[in-house]
């Protein structure tokens, strides 16, 4: 098992360029979900998806956009990149009521 | 609305020593999880341990065991014995177990760094 893979792991955009960073995991949780982690805020919700076609929005959505066209993959898409979006980016899986969320390695973005 | 508090920016302990990390947390709901995970200077996160709110015994995983007072709304973690490679930051969590959705993700408090001191 890879677990929850992410990539890339370090980014720099410029301000107003759009991207994809990707998450994928090979253990068929149902779960999957994309958190922010900035400085003196620990980690908070973006977007999340209870499986396949299913998504919403979390705690900070907005900038970002996600789809889950299958139960592996849950990319989080950047439409058009804001200096406030420099951040490291988790991945994480899980079953519905799993006792453990694995995460991913992390991506760091700086927008520039 | 559910809220992690860890009131403890950064702690040192001596090697060898135990330390404890506090955690209080406030929900409404009777069936929840509360988690714990480390994160080093390497940046992933790393799960320890998990509490379920029914769980009669405190929760214990090697050198790291979670005092769960649950009337005081407390899930503190206490690591052992401290090694050099306990210096990390480290986040307690909490997940409502009863529902889906949103609030079937984790919560997080902002974390506690603790350096251990040779």
């Known amino acids: 098992n890879a677990g929850v893979t992410q990539t890339p792991k370090f980014q720099v955009l410029k301000t107003g360029q759009s991207m994809t960073l990707q998450c994928a995991q090979d253990?068929?949780?149902?779960?999957m979900s994309w958190y922010r982690q900035d400085p003196g805020m620990g980690l908070r919700l973006i977007h999340y998806?209870?499986?396949?076609?299913?998504?919403d929005q979390g705690e900070v959505p907005n900038g970002y956009n996600v789809s889950r066209s299958t139960t592996e993959d849950f990319p989080l898409r950047l439409l058009s990149a804001a200096p406030s979006q420099t951040s490291v980016y988790f991945c994480?899986?899980?079953?519905?009521?799993?006792?453990?969320?694995?995460f991913g390695p992390g991506t760091r973005l700086t927008v520039l | 609305a559910q809220k992690i508090t860890q009131t403890q920016p950064g702690m040192f302990v001596q090697e060898k020593e135990a330390v404890t990390l506090d955690c209080t947390y406030d929900?409404?709901?009777?069936?929840?999880?509360l988690f714990w995970y480390k994160q080093p200077s390497s940046g992933e996160m790393i799960f320890l341990i998990y509490?379920?709110?029914?769980?009669?015994q405190n929760a214990t995983e090697g050198r790291y065991s979670l005092n769960f007072q649950k009337a005081r709304k407390s899930a503190n973690l206490v690591i052992s014995a401290s090694q050099l490679g306990d210096s990390a930051m480290y986040f307690c969590?909490?997940?409502?177990?009863?529902?889906?959705?949103?609030?079937?993700?984790?919560?997080f408090g902002k974390g506690t760094k603790l350096s251990v001191k040779p």
């Open positions: 994480a899986s899980s079953y519905p009521q799993g006792k453990t969320q694995y």
């Open positions: 253990m068929n949780h149902e779960y």
């Open positions: 998806s209870v499986g396949a076609g299913i998504t």
């Open positions: 929900t409404s709901d009777q069936s929840y999880g």
């Open positions: 509490q379920g709110s029914y769980d009669e």
């Open positions: 969590a909490m997940r409502l177990m009863n529902y889906g959705g949103s609030q079937g993700n984790l919560i």
